[in-house]
């Protein structure tokens, strides 16, 4: 049998309190789990996936106007290995941030900024210090190259937001990019260091040249995209080779190597404005990937050498082999 307690009359129950712990100056029930806060990493990764391709932009600025330093002290290796640096860092930046998942607003007008300084004001300062010094129509012509360039980066960024172009549209570059247009441009010093002086680092010819390089950034001439290109896996060896030869060629002659860099980009534009054309005018090659589409044009061209001219099937001449 359980044994019942009596209360004696007039006693109160004696009130039992918690015990309490101190954390700090707050006091915490003994009972009661609290648990501090941690940071999540989730946040703190996105937070880096974000930092690394503004870091890269970042470091092509200073690439940039770095260069420019070197062309006023005169180390013209330097200033165009700079250059060359800022070009290679902002084709990976884009690419990183793909490639992360951190495209942001910020990051796109980052790179515009830096784009306008590392080529336009860059290329501009060193062509005018190095070449035209103290012509006053060079100067006018740098403020020419510069702003061509800004126009051209101005442009770049409205044709972005546009939806409603053809599929197509996005293998190609209106006018010759501001990397590229940067290198062009600075083609009368490459001639200089490789061959010497000449009529090539006359201020006339550089004026010109200049002129000619703005000319084609604000232009609407079609130039490929690297982005519509993807290196097969049968010729991976084959690719890997070729930059070690690059590698090796950048080291002996590297003035001799971007003056035939040069020469083959501007040999491209014309068949860049033909495959344009090309697919512009047929609307069901528009949704095809790059690659399927350049079978489709040798499809075509072979179904085209197997047809016989119209003197040949009015005479009946046949082909050597044709049955």
């Known amino acids: 049998m ?7 009359p007039g006693r109160k129950e004696p009130v039992r309190k918690d015990p309490v712990r101190r954390s700090g100056s707050r006091v915490v029930p003994a009972g009661s789990s609290r648990r501090r806060r941690r940071p999540s990493r989730a946040g703190t990764l996105n937070t880096g996936k974000l930092l690394v391709p503004s870091a890269l932009t970042v470091l092509a600025i200073c690439a940039g106007l770095s260069a420019t330093k070197f062309a006023l002290d005169g180390r013209i290796h330097l200033c165009v290995a700079m ?9 990976l930046d884009g690419r990183v941030a793909r490639l992360l998942g951190a495209t942001t607003r910020i990051g796109a007008e980052l790179d515009s900024l830096a784009d306008a300084i590392n080529f336009g004001v860059a290329p501009a300062l060193t062509l005018y210090v190095l070449l035209l010094e103290g012509n006053d129509v060079g100067w006018l012509l740098s403020l020419i190259y510069c702003c061509a360039i800004v126009l051209r980066l101005a442009r770049f960024n409205t ?3 546009e939806d409603d172009t053809p599929q197509y549209t996005k293998d190609f570059f209106v006018g010759v990019p501001a990397p590229a247009a940067a290198l062009i441009a600075m083609l009368p010093i490459a001639l200089e260091e490789q061959f010497g002086m000449g009529w090539w680092t006359s201020e006339a010819t550089v004026g010109t040249w200049m002129t000619i390089t703005a000319l084609l950034a604000v232009s609407r001439l079609p130039t490929a995209s690297l982005k519509s290109y993807a290196v097969p896996p ?4 084959l690719v890997l080779i070729g930059v070690a030869l690059f590698a090796a060629a950048l080291l002996t002659y590297p ?4 003056v035939v860099a040069i020469g083959l980009y501007l040999l491209h534009i014309p068949f860049a404005w033909r495959t344009k054309r090309w697919v512009a005018s047929r609307p069901e090659t528009w949704d095809f990937h790059p690659r399927e589409r350049r079978a489709e044009r040798r ?4 179904v085209r050498r197997g047809r016989p001219t119209k003197s040949s099937a009015r005479l009946g001449l046949r082909r050597p082999g044709d049955q």
Not at 255 to 258: D, F
Not at 299 to 302: F, G, L, T, Y
Request: net charge neutral; proline share 0%.
């Open 299 to 302: 499809a075509i061209r072979q």
């Open 255 to 258: 003035y001799l190597l971007m």
């Open 83 to 91: 250059i060359a640096a800022a070009a290679l860092l902002d084709g």
């Open 159 to 161: 044709l972005i937001d």
């Open 234 to 237: 049968n010729a991976l060896v």
């Open 2 to 8: 359980k044994e019942s307690v009596r209360k004696e």
